[in-house]
C-alpha cells in the first residue's frame, strides 16, 4: 500500500524519502497552516475579489453559486498566496471568523452556520414566554454543534 502523501484533514502535504526541494512542499503546508490555523475569513461570497497589495494570506469563505476561478469550490476557504489561490476543504467541526460581519460559523453536517439571533426579553406580561423563546433557541443551537445533548 503506497502512503498518502497529504494529511487526512486539510490535505497538507507530507514530505517523503529522497525528495528533492523539500523546502517547497514544507513552505506550502506552512501556508495552508498559516491560514487555518485559526481561521478568518475576509468575507463570504461568491466571485473572485478584487485584489490588492495587502492580500497576500487573506482568505474567503466560498459561497453557493461561486463563478470563475472558484467554481465548484463553494463552502471551502479561498487562500491569495500572492500569484495563485489554494483552496482548503473544511473538517467537520472546523470554524471560520468572518470579519465583513464580526460573526463567527462552524462546519456542521456539510454546511457553516452561524449562532441565530437571540433578542433580549422585553418585559412586561410575557418575560416568561420570551426567556423560553431565547434559552430554547441557544439549547438549539449548542445542541447543533454537539456541545449540549437533550
Known sequence: ?????????????????????????????????????????????AAVPDLDDDATGKCWLIDDGATGEWSGKSGQLAIWVGSDWRFARPAEGMRVRLNATGTDLVHVDGNWIAAPAIPDPAGGSTVD????QAIKRLLDHFRSLGHVTR
Open 1 to 45: 500500500m503506497m502512503p498518502s502523501l497529504q494529511t487526512a484533514r486539510f490535505d497538507l502535504p507530507l514530505l517523503v524519502t529522497s525528495q528533492t526541494q523539500k523546502e517547497v512542499t514544507h513552505n506550502e503546508a506552512l501556508v495552508r497552516i498559516d491560514a487555518l490555523l485559526h481561521a478568518v475569513a475576509a468575507d463570504r461570497i
Open 129 to 132: 414566554a420570551e426567556a423560553r
